[in-house]
């Protein structure tokens, strides 16, 4: 590490400290994953920031992405230096107005955290879909592979789009790179500013329109003229890649760095060569050494400049032994070579002793990219007849395109690589982020931090990923061999494998309100053998009775991390303490004492409370549970849903969607997940409710409903099914049906109850399994759902209508889930719902 003034921050963060700089105006409209580039710049502006030219930013939010387009469009030519942020069909929308920048040479930049596009499917994690399809506007395009060179190649974007008077995207990553923390170097306003060409920025300035000095731009042209205009930029995209090395070579000479058109990493002499942008970069790079450590002549080149693409600068990298050359596209084209690879064999195409070039594709939708499949890239180009137009990542069993992945890791010495299973809203990941800017703060130890979330809001897995060690870190992927692996969600240990991959002699925490005897009958026989025969250090917190007792309700990040710190090791206890309790004051103080003495009792209490399981040998021989004996739910539920939330979904492969190609899936899906991932959920007694039914009004989840049981129904009911005479429909009982396993545990049902003496009442899961579960099970096989025929249409009386919007994956408490619900009980077996996202 140098000198540098170093921060621990992610992608996004970085290009919104780069940027701000040289913006005057940021014309925004938030978008997945980009939105925290344009927060972080609003409220730097906020606080008075100011940019290179002395004032805040002006951040102007429009009402759509097109609208911020149209918005940065007019600032450019009023004469101010303007930026936006965006992503995904966010970016596709400003198209139109991306030409027109370009060939009114206005110096824009567009930072993108590159996402996905939807098409039979939508999705919010990264790829290359969206930045490939604006190739054409006349925008330069600058890749950035981590999140230093964010940063760095940030500011190589500002740079040369003033001088060259060219606009630019600078891409990176979708949440592999946007949202991964590492600890990087900065750079400086006073640097930049050396850096800056102040001549360009008043002829910038001067070309502006204004009323002073008026001046007609952008007319309407005939066949005659708009040929000659078109080519007339060609000087200043000729002029692009010298203003750009330029700028790279002050970076490089600032940082130590050495960025150029296309990087070259590997052996001198390799025979077999990858080509690859982005975050994939990394993982290629680290892959070579490992083989170079085996013997093995491989290579790669990284695309830093992708728009203008040199084909001359690229032979320039490659070295003559290559004999055959892989390019991987994180993106697809339908029916066509995809792009990088087409640019690659164009550059190629005059050469009569070129390289065979293969095309291959990875990693869309953030799909994991690891070393084996690298591995498995290089293996091909080894072969006698390499396979072309090949996949890496997936199983393709229909149209044959994947290569087989072997296993294969690369264990970076010195590094400590720690995997954390929370619960959305628990707190897990915040406290993981506070974890490693504490270690890349405050040591000269590097960090890395990505966190994988499922779909939903709060109330999904969250899966946090972080690595520590004495050199730079490059594993752009997951962890898949972990020193350290802590749950923090008991009901996790028989819904996923959550020791995959568990180092052997790796340590182990699990929150849970089980005592040792318990952990027999609760600890699924494959989890408890894992433990035995790895020699796994076994740990248990209760850390949900402890945050409870504080008064910290379900925030049990505190104690958890606490108990992190002391059982990894990888920095002095007593320091870590001081760090924890230093960043307590500093998050809570303005909450008042009372907060920051809970939350540092909780950081106590995380390591006074630890406790470690002595292991029974017989775990080692555990055997498991003999199979449910009929599984009624639906094969797509049993064979596709059921795996993918086992978190085991890269493991399906294409023949599985048959069927469902274009994108339709079946409805009710939720409805056989059973998450139980809450901690308390309610009870309902009979004897205390006034029937108004405004839990179940109020319930986002759709997880308790009011039914109505005929005589012959409440005859034949179990004594567990309580019923009680309804109030509005005279000779029916009425019973407040709850799907604990459903329920989330927000609590808005109790909070909504207006009787006395409240009717529902907040209870741990553990107490009510399972016979809660079989209750609701009852529920919905015996008894009928029916629309109530004396009294009006109200609140009371609607929640006796089935919701078919249910369980959605909405956060705990939301206050929109329950309107839509309401419209499918009143309208939902004639409508028709389209949902506007991506």
């Given at each position: 590490?140098?000198?540098?003034r170093?921060?621990?921050m992610?992608?996004?963060?970085?290009?919104?400290?780069?940027?701000y700089?040289?913006t005057?105006?940021?014309?925004?409209?938030p978008?997945?994953?980009?939105?925290?580039?344009?927060?972080?710049?609003?409220?730097?502006?906020?606080?008075?920031?100011k940019n290179l030219?002395?004032a805040p930013v002006?951040?102007?939010?429009?009402?759509?992405?097109?609208?911020?387009?149209?918005?940065?469009?007019g600032?450019?030519q009023?004469?101010?230096?303007?930026?936006?942020?965006?992503?995904?069909?966010?970016?596709?929308l400003?198209?139109?107005?991306m030409?027109?920048?370009?060939?009114e040479?206005?110096p824009?930049?567009?930072?993108?955290?590159?996402?996905?596009?939807?098409?039979?499917?939508?999705?919010?994690?990264?790829?290359?879909?969206d930045?490939?399809a604006t190739?054409?506007?006349?925008?330069?395009?600058?890749?950035?592979?981590?999140v230093?060179?964010?940063?760095?190649?940030?500011?190589?974007a500002?740079?040369?789009?003033?001088?060259?008077?060219?606009?630019?995207?600078?891409?990176?990553?979708?949440?592999?790179?946007?949202?991964?923390?590492?600890?990087?170097?900065?750079?400086?306003?006073?640097?930049?500013?050396d850096?800056?060409?102040?001549?360009?920025?008043e002829?910038?300035?001067?070309?502006?329109?204004?009323?002073?000095?008026?001046q007609?731009?952008?007319?309407?042209?005939?066949p005659?003229?708009f040929?000659?205009?078109?080519?007339?930029?060609?000087?200043f995209?000729?002029a692009?890649?010298?203003?750009?090395?330029?700028?790279?070579d002050?970076?490089?000479?600032?940082?130590?760095?050495?960025?150029?058109?296309f990087n070259?990493?590997?052996?001198?002499?390799?025979?077999?060569?990858?080509?690859?942008?982005?975050?994939?970069?990394?993982?290629?790079?680290e892959?070579?050494?490992?083989?170079?450590?085996?013997?093995?002549?491989?290579g790669?080149?990284?695309?830093?400049?992708?728009?203008?693409?040199?084909?001359e600068k690229?032979?320039?990298?490659?070295p003559?032994?290559?004999?055959?050359?892989a390019?991987?596209?994180?993106t697809?084209?339908?029916?066509?070579?995809?792009p990088?690879?087409?640019?690659?064999r164009n550059?190629?195409?005059?050469?009569?002793?070129?390289?065979?070039?293969?095309a291959?594709?990875?990693?869309?939708?953030s799909?994991?990219?690891?070393?084996?499949?690298?591995?498995a890239?290089f293996d091909?180009?080894?072969?006698?007849?390499?396979?072309?137009?090949?996949?890496?990542?997936?199983?393709d069993?229909?149209?044959?395109?994947?290569?087989?992945?072997k296993?294969?890791?690369v264990?970076?010495?010195?590094?400590?690589?720690c995997?954390?299973?929370?619960f959305?809203?628990?707190g897990?990941?915040?406290?993981?982020?506070?974890?490693?800017?504490?270690?890349?703060?405050?040591t000269?130890?590097?960090?890395q931090?990505y966190?994988?979330?499922?779909?939903?809001?709060?109330?999904?897995?969250?899966?946090?990923?972080?690595?520590?060690?004495?050199?730079?870190?490059?594993?752009?992927?997951?962890?898949d061999?972990?020193?350290?692996?802590?749950c923090?969600?008991?009901?996790?240990v028989?819904?996923?494998?959550?020791?995959r991959?568990?180092?052997?002699?790796?340590v182990f925490l699990?929150?849970?309100?089980w005592k040792?005897?318990?952990?027999?009958?609760?600890?699924?026989?494959s989890?408890?053998?894992?433990?035995?025969?790895k020699?796994?250090r076994?740990?248990?917190?209760n850390?949900v009775?402890?945050a409870?007792?504080?008064?910290?309700?379900?925030?049990?990040?505190?104690?958890?991390?606490?108990a992190?710190?002391?059982?990894?090791g990888?920095?002095?206890l007593?320091?870590?303490?001081?760090?924890?309790?230093?960043a307590?004051?500093k998050?809570?103080?303005?909450?008042?004492?009372a907060?920051?003495?809970?939350n540092q009792e909780?950081v106590?209490?995380?390591?006074a409370?630890?406790h470690?399981?002595?292991?029974?040998?017989?775990?080692?021989?555990a055997?498991e549970d003999a199979?449910?004996?009929?599984?009624?739910?639906?094969?797509f539920?049993?064979?596709?849903?059921d795996?993918?939330?086992?978190?085991?979904?890269?493991?399906?492969p294409v023949?599985?969607?048959?069927?469902?190609?274009?994108?339709?899936?079946?409805?009710g899906?939720?409805?056989?997940?059973?998450?139980g991932?809450?901690i308390?959920?309610?009870?309902?007694?009979?004897?205390?409710?006034?029937?108004?039914?405004?839990?179940a009004?109020?319930?986002?989840?759709?997880?308790?409903r009011?039914?109505?049981l005929?005589a012959?129904?409440?005859?034949?009911?179990?004594?567990?099914?309580?019923h009680?005479?309804?109030?509005?429909q005279k000779?029916?009982?009425?019973?407040?049906?709850?799907?604990?396993?459903?329920c989330?545990g927000?609590?808005?049902?109790?909070?909504?109850?207006?009787?006395?003496?409240?009717a529902?009442?907040?209870?741990?899961l553990?107490?009510?399994?399972p016979e809660?579960?079989?209750?609701w099970?009852?529920?919905?096989?015996?008894i009928?759902?029916?629309?109530?025929?004396?009294?009006?249409?109200?609140?009371?009386?609607?929640?006796?209508?089935?919701?078919l919007?249910?369980f959605?994956?909405?956060?705990?408490?939301?206050?929109?889930?329950?309107?839509?619900?309401?419209?499918?009980?009143?309208?939902?077996?004639?409508?028709?719902?389209?949902?506007?996202?991506g």
């Amino acid at each position: 590490m140098s000198n540098r003034r170093t921060q621990t921050m992610d992608g996004n963060t970085a290009a919104a400290y780069i940027s701000y700089p040289f913006t005057e105006v940021a014309a925004i409209f938030p978008i997945t994953p980009s939105s925290p580039m344009a927060e972080l710049t609003d409220a730097w502006a906020a606080q008075g920031k100011k940019n290179l030219f002395g004032a805040p930013v002006r951040v102007v939010e429009m009402q759509s992405e097109g609208g911020a387009a149209g918005a940065l469009h007019g600032s450019l030519q009023g004469g101010a230096l303007t930026t936006t942020y965006t992503a995904s069909q966010g970016l596709l929308l400003m198209i139109p107005n991306m030409y027109k920048i370009a060939g009114e040479l206005l110096p824009a930049v567009f930072h993108v955290s590159a996402r996905s596009l939807a098409s039979n499917s939508l999705s919010i994690f990264g790829d290359h879909q969206d930045v490939m399809a604006t190739r054409q506007t006349g925008f330069a395009m600058l890749a950035s592979s981590s999140v230093q060179d964010v940063m760095n190649l940030g500011a190589v974007a500002h740079l040369s789009a003033i001088e060259a008077r060219l606009p630019f995207i600078h891409f990176f990553d979708g949440f592999r790179t946007s949202h991964e923390i590492q600890k990087i170097e900065l750079l400086e306003q006073e640097e930049l500013a050396d850096m800056l060409d102040w001549e360009a920025v008043e002829a910038f300035r001067h070309r502006a329109l204004n009323p002073d000095h008026p001046q007609l731009r952008g007319m309407t042209h005939n066949p005659d003229v708009f040929f000659q205009l078109r080519e007339a930029v060609n000087p200043f995209v000729d002029a692009l890649p010298g203003i750009v090395r330029k700028y790279m070579d002050k970076i490089n000479a600032i940082t130590g760095k050495d960025y150029k058109f296309f990087n070259y990493y590997g052996h001198p002499e390799a025979d077999r060569l990858i080509v690859v942008m982005g975050s994939g970069a990394s993982v290629v790079e680290e892959t070579i050494d490992e083989l170079m450590r085996r013997g093995e002549k491989v290579g790669m080149v990284n695309v830093r400049l992708y728009r203008p693409f040199l084909p001359e600068k690229l032979l320039e990298a490659v070295p003559a032994s290559v004999k055959r050359i892989a390019v991987l596209d994180r993106t697809k084209e339908p029916g066509a070579c995809d792009p990088l690879c087409l640019d690659v064999r164009n550059a190629y195409a005059s050469k009569a002793d070129a390289p065979a070039i293969y095309a291959g594709r990875y990693g869309l939708a953030s799909k994991d990219f690891t070393p084996a499949q690298v591995l498995a890239v290089f293996d091909n180009l080894a072969v006698e007849q390499p396979r072309d137009n090949f996949t890496v990542g997936i199983i393709d069993d229909v149209t044959h395109t994947s290569l087989e992945v072997k296993d294969f890791h690369v264990v970076a010495e010195g590094q400590t690589a720690c995997k954390f299973w929370g619960f959305g809203s628990d707190g897990t990941v915040g406290a993981n982020k506070l974890a490693v800017k504490i270690i890349g703060d405050h040591t000269d130890m590097y960090s890395q931090a990505y966190f994988a979330y499922d779909s939903r809001k709060s109330g999904g897995v969250t899966i946090s990923h972080l690595r520590f060690g004495s050199q730079p870190i490059r594993s752009s992927y997951l962890i898949d061999y972990a020193d350290f692996i802590a749950c923090h969600n008991q009901s996790y240990v028989d819904k996923y494998d959550l020791l995959r991959g568990i180092k052997e002699g790796g340590v182990f925490l699990l929150n849970c309100m089980w005592k040792d005897g318990d952990l027999e009958k609760h600890l699924p026989a494959s989890l408890r053998r894992t433990i035995a025969r790895k020699k796994i250090r076994f740990y248990t917190l209760n850390a949900v009775d402890i945050a409870m007792g504080l008064g910290l309700g379900g925030r049990i990040n505190m104690l958890m991390q606490a108990a992190f710190f002391k059982l990894a090791g990888i920095i002095p206890l007593n320091d870590a303490v001081a760090y924890l309790n230093e960043a307590i004051v500093k998050t809570y103080g303005r909450k008042g004492h009372a907060v920051v003495d809970m939350n540092q009792e909780a950081v106590r209490q995380g390591i006074a409370m630890l406790h470690e399981v002595t292991v029974p040998a017989a775990w080692a021989d555990a055997t498991e549970d003999a199979p449910a004996a009929c599984d009624e739910r639906p094969d797509f539920v049993r064979n596709i849903v059921d795996v993918m939330n086992r978190q085991e979904g890269d493991e399906l492969p294409v023949s599985a969607f048959l069927g469902y190609e274009d994108g339709t899936w079946p409805v009710g899906i939720t409805a056989f997940e059973k998450r139980g991932a809450a901690i308390m959920v309610p009870v309902w007694d009979a004897e205390k409710c006034i029937q108004c039914n405004k839990c179940a009004f109020a319930c986002p989840h759709a997880a308790i409903r009011p039914r109505l049981l005929s005589a012959e129904e409440a005859v034949a009911a179990p004594a567990s099914i309580e019923h009680r005479p309804c109030r509005i429909q005279k000779g029916f009982e009425f019973h407040m049906a709850i799907s604990v396993l459903d329920c989330t545990g927000c609590g808005v049902c109790v909070g909504q109850c207006p009787a006395k003496e409240k009717a529902l009442t907040m209870t741990k899961l553990e107490n009510v399994m399972p016979e809660g579960a079989r209750k609701w099970d009852y529920a919905e096989k015996n008894i009928t759902y029916k629309k109530p025929t004396q009294g009006k249409l109200n609140v009371a009386s609607s929640q006796y209508l089935r919701p078919l919007n249910e369980f959605s994956g909405a956060c705990a408490g939301c206050g929109e889930t329950p309107y839509a619900k309401l419209v499918t009980q009143l309208f939902g077996d004639r409508m028709m719902l389209s949902n506007s996202a991506g």
